[in-house]
């Protein structure tokens, strides 16, 4: 009797329906948010360069209502993607002390604390 | 009173059946019962044409790997209480072809897994008269859980990515070749390097990590891959910038 393997397609709504491969798309589309960003702080420096008027109109640009929305959806995106990249940090580099491995917790509260660590020099360098 | 459970199967038998479509059947519901011995209750009393793969019955041998409501599970490690609803829906494994009924065609795994030789290569033989092979309890730890793998493929139904690309090598094979590499009795981790750090390697998993949560021995592939991710990185940046590197 002849094989006749049947092979079942991938539908494209594969990620649909499941909680954890919701929640994987949705850190992946995170990716969009902080490039849109990161464009955003390179049209910024464009502007800076073009001399104050310029700078200005970026600036209002930016509180505008729609120039606040886009800002606070780009931060919850970026809290997101931080957020589940921290809990994941234990698995992609579990370290140990003399033998001892140092529990998941510790590695993930020393990417918190390096986060607060960054952000306050980022603040004092702002001078707020 | 006795109570009832349905089954609803993916049937296909490629003699008669152009696609695959479902099946339904009311068993007896029993307290202790997991969904194998329903498929054999299925098999011995009501249409012995069903066909399934199954061994020890006791999440060892690995052969009993089936969609159980969408997820990938052992048989006999899903007891049928755990899902009181009207239906249970048992598929055969997503991302591999339908040999027949829940039966499905492993080979392109079976080739993955040897082309990332997992067992011990050794640089140098030692004759049998030198004694063992010590380990420290440490060395060992290194790497244990990785051992605990049974093949039963449950990570590559539960893998997006070894569904959207067939060629992707897949978290068992990895953790496998992870495990050897981490063995203080291998010296075959360049050996392995042209698989493992290839496109098709490491570089395909996204770090969906859902290898890891599905996995009934609680192996940690995901894991695995992440490290070999910085391991192959550090490899790739040694062999080019140390001075006298070779390339």
Redesign the interface.
């Given at each position: 009797?002849s094989?006749?393997?049947?092979?079942?397609k991938?539908e494209r709504s594969?990620?649909l329906?499941?909680r954890?491969?919701v929640m994987?798309m949705i850190r992946?589309l995170t990716s969009l948010f902080v490039g849109l960003y990161c464009a955003l702080l390179v049209v910024g420096l464009w502007r800076l360069g073009q001399g104050r008027a310029a700078w200005d109109g970026f600036l209002a640009v930016l509180s505008s209502p729609l120039g606040v929305l886009f800002q606070l959806l780009c931060l919850a995106f970026a809290v997101y993607h931080s957020v589940t990249w921290f809990a994941?940090t234990p698995?992609?580099?579990?370290l140990a002390v003399r033998?001892e491995p140092i529990p998941a917790k510790a590695i993930v509260g020393m990417h918190y604390g390096a986060w607060a660590v960054v952000s306050l020099i980022v603040l004092i360098a702002a001078g707020i | 009173m006795s109570e009832n459970v349905t089954l609803e199967i993916l049937r296909y038998r490629p003699e008669v059946d152009s696609e695959p479509h479902f099946q339904t059947y009311t068993i007896p519901y029993e307290e202790d019962w997991v969904v194998l011995d329903g498929l054999n209750h299925i098999k011995d009393h009501v249409d012995a044409t069903l066909s399934y793969r199954w061994s020890c019955h006791m999440a060892i041998c690995g052969s009993c790997g089936m969609m159980i409501d969408g997820e990938p599970k052992l048989a006999c490690h899903a007891f049928l209480r755990d899902y009181r609803h009207d239906v249970i829906r048992i598929e055969p494994l997503d991302h591999f072809p339908i040999e027949r009924d829940l039966v499905t065609v492993m080979d392109s795994f079976i080739e993955k897994l040897s082309s990332v030789k997992p067992y011990v290569i050794a640089k140098h033989k030692k004759a049998l008269s030198d004694g063992e092979n010590l380990q420290t309890p440490l060395q060992l730890m290194a790497f244990k859980q990785y051992t605990l793998c049974i093949n039963c493929l449950l990570c590559y139904a539960a893998c997006p990515q070894c569904g959207l690309n067939e060629s992707f090598v897949g978290p068992a094979a990895l953790a496998l070749a992870h495990r050897y590499n981490l063995d203080s009795r291998d010296d075959g981790k360049e050996q392995r390097a042209d698989v493992v750090a290839s496109n098709e390697g490491i570089w395909e998993c996204t770090f969906v990590g859902a290898c890891s949560e599905v996995c009934p021995k609680h192996v940690d592939p995901a894991a695995a891959i992440q490290q070999t991710k910085i391991s192959a990185s550090l490899d790739w940046f040694k062999a080019r910038l140390l001075p006298g590197a070779r390339r």
């Open positions: 009797m094989r006749r393997p049947y092979i079942r991938v594969w990620w329906g499941r954890r491969y994987y992946e994941l698995k992609a580099m579990p033998g | -």
